[in-house]
């Protein structure tokens, strides 16, 4: 049986070359880079060599790079580390776009007297500026919001978001783990604080993420320890996984735009073929949006149904139904962008990779179109004309 | 993720579903559940000397919600009324193997949708089973407790 994988979103592969280059920092360069001796120099230039690389994927300088366990550690430092020294601005503007980390951590600094309010989202699942305006104020200490939504791919209009905040005087973090192997962002051109950066998402190794700090920016670890990572991330430093995040960046940037067009002409074959079949929908924007990702909502059927069927097909996918999820809730991205119920239970989340080829997508196409059929031949909502 | 935690029967039963369909010149029809809610099922009976001479069904909703259906109108059909009234959401989840505890509601739904019917059949006799007839309130919470703008649609 043919296998596709279409589920990046959750998990990519590690490419080859990034192992081969972490493979040496276990077996030889093994020593602690805190270590004056030689066996910690080598770990240590090659520590430090990897924050170079990971800077210059969004044109940082490495001293603004911290290193750490995933993006959801990078996530709960920017926010915990930095609202000690926000002092009588008490609201944290999030998104119902966020990961749900974002939406977790910051739910939980409800509970340490600090406000949590959602910024206006439109129905293509981009965040409304306008609207956002007169809310984002001077009692707001911290603005977090995704570069695109993880779920509907929808591209978000940061520039603009930015300026609102630098002007309210709010901090921004911005969470980059979707878009940064498949679209630029450079801290140059969007004045941002603090970005969340994926170290598997970028085909890197898995428990490796970075949070992107920029200098200046008032911040506290959640840590105690050897004051590793400028005292922000202490613990003895997982070089491999530096190294091979550093690797991935570095193949990330010199591969962008290749591996962006290549996306996109898939993407685009993919949205095309499954919204032919009768009575669906693309969800997001149908532009600005990532360039891997096809979040298209099938009527009259439910998501865990169709996922089940294309798993049975050898086509690994996700879904926004409820009944695929542990809390049984439904993707409240798309409940936020205006959908119904019914329509997130059936909306269906394709996410390509590199890896991905265009027989991979006809596959799909061609096997979605025989799974919606049946499964709404046993619809009762379904009426037949 | 939610693959693993289903048994062999239950994907059987959502592979080849048995029964799927409607009876035209059904006796009686029992709907219950509701797409909001991620579930909907409509099941269809053709009732002769009190006994279950044939029953169809269909149903919007993820696997678990179509192998319960499936199983209980494999367990009910040549049943009398009688036994049929006594089925439990009990007898569909052991004849699926097991379900997720998660994903029990489904049997609980695909019960309420046999007793309905059985309901409308014994009215449309005249006979008020009030027993039989399942609670319709809609448990579907969507209560948001987090301050928020909505959405321009």
Redesign the interface.
Known sequence: MKRVYLDAATSMPTMEAVVKEMLPYMTENYGNPSSIHEMGRFPRDGMERSRKEVADLISAKPEEIIFTSGATESINLALRGTLPFAKERKKIMIS?ICHRSVRATA?ALKTSGH?????????FGMI?VE?SSG?IDNGTSIVSIPFASNEVGTLQPVREISRISKDAGALLHIDLTMSAFQVPFDVTDVDVDLATISSPDLMGPKGMGALYVRNGTRITSLLQGGGQERGLRSGSENVPGMVGMGAAARIAKERMEETSQGLIDLRDHLINGLTEIPHSNLNGHPTERLPNNANVRFE??????ML?ML??NGVSIATG????Q?T?E?SKTLL???L???EA?GSLMFTLGPYNTMSDVNHVTGIMAEIVDELR??????NKE | MVRLEYSKKVLEHFKNPRNVGEIEDADAVGTVGNPVCGDMMELSLKIKDDMIEDIKFRTFGCASAIATTSMLTEIVKGKTLKEAEDLTWDDVVEGLEGLPPIKVHCSLLAVDGLKKALYEYYRSKGIDRQDLKPNEEDDHDQGEEEKEVGPIV
Do not use: N, Q, Y
């Open positions: 119902k739910t406000d949590l309010e959602f910024l206006p989202i439109d129905k409304d609207r809310i009259f059927v439910e998501g865990e149904s089940l798993d049975m139904s409820a009944c695929a542990k049984l439904a936020a962008m205006g119904k119920h019914e239970h031949s046993m619809s009762p909502t379904f």
